[in-house]
């Protein structure tokens, strides 16, 4: 289902999202919020449905009369009583007192056929090899997630530049003029950092821009203000949690390329409304976002 789904998305795209990064985005959301929810209809073709064939010893403990399993049985022994549907033996604990010898010998071998279609027991232990392995895998994507994560606070509160103290009221109170601009509601801080990290955005209750102390060392208003608004439009947007999204999404999902690429394809998407919506807030001429995002690339 998720891989019929990454299909259409990628025609839709294709033909109508071309141009239109906000319609793009949605449609690959869409792909990753269908990796978090239970599946819509059952198909047979799909992996899970090998690994979760229904095992023979969930069927019917019943059977009618009239079946396939009781055909040795005459049928002139019914009639006249009830009819033939309404009939039931029970394969556990079958009645078989009012039967006649080679009758009972009849019924007496349905329970050895029930039992002879039980699953083998490779079945059950490949279906735990393959639960195992995707465990195995989905922790390992959770578990390098977070150590990515807790890597980038450390390289970043280790480096952080604590002496142009000038320098980094400025850039706050920038911050904050861009984002009554922007309409944000929430506190953003900033963190101005020697390490070659950034621009970027951390933090999903309390979010701060990581800007390096490189690219704005002697840069004028004018050649920053693009910098921190596309980062201040991404907190608007809500792409930290998106990236929550994206993470739990690509993990459940570790063995399935479609679903990274979907992924990687949504953050692409994410960061063109960025700088649409960028040029668009500021009014600055897209030469002049570009020489800016070129001149953070040089240095």
């Not at 990064?21 to 919020?33: D, E, F, G, K």
């Not at 039992?115 to 639960?131: E, G, N, V």
């Not at 201040?232 to 399935?256: K, N, P, S």
């Amino acid at each position: 289902q998720v891989t019929a789904v990454i299909a259409v998305v990628w025609g839709l795209v294709k033909l109508f999202g071309k141009n239109e990064p906000y319609l793009a985005h949605t449609l690959w959301a869409l792909v990753l919020i269908k990796c978090l929810t239970p599946p819509v209809w059952y198909s047979p073709l799909s992996a899970f449905a090998w690994l979760d064939a229904p095992p023979a010893h969930h069927a019917p403990q019943t059977t009618d009369r009239q079946g396939p399993d009781l055909a040795p049985l005459e049928t002139e022994q019914l009639a006249g009583h009830v009819s033939l549907p309404a009939i039931r033996i029970n394969l556990n604990t079958p009645d078989l007192s009012s039967l006649r010898p080679q009758d009972r010998n009849a019924s007496e071998a349905i329970p050895q056929r029930t039992a002879s279609k039980l699953p083998a027991r490779s079945y059950w232990q490949w279906q735990q090899a393959a639960i195992g392995i995707w465990l195995v895998g989905a922790s390992c994507c959770l578990a390098t997630a977070f150590l990515r994560l807790r890597w980038f606070w450390r390289c970043v509160a280790a480096s952080r530049e604590e002496n142009n103290a000038a320098s980094s009221a400025t850039i706050e109170k920038l911050t904050q003029d861009l984002a009554s601009r922007l309409g944000l509601r929430s506190q953003v801080k900033t963190l101005v950092t020697q390490a070659t990290v950034g621009p970027a955005v951390i933090g999903l209750w309390r979010p701060t821009i990581v800007l390096p102390v490189m690219i704005i060392e002697r840069k004028k208003k004018i050649d920053i203000e693009p910098l921190i608004a596309h980062e201040l439009i991404h907190i608007r947007r809500g792409d930290l949690w998106w990236a929550v999204v994206q993470t739990l999404a690509t993990c459940l999902f570790w063995f399935h390329p479609l679903v990274w690429l979907a992924s990687r394809m949504m953050t692409r998407e994410a960061e063109r409304s960025c700088d649409e919506q960028t040029i668009a807030s500021l009014k600055c001429s897209p030469a002049v976002y570009a020489r800016c995002l070129l001149d953070v690339l040089e240095r």
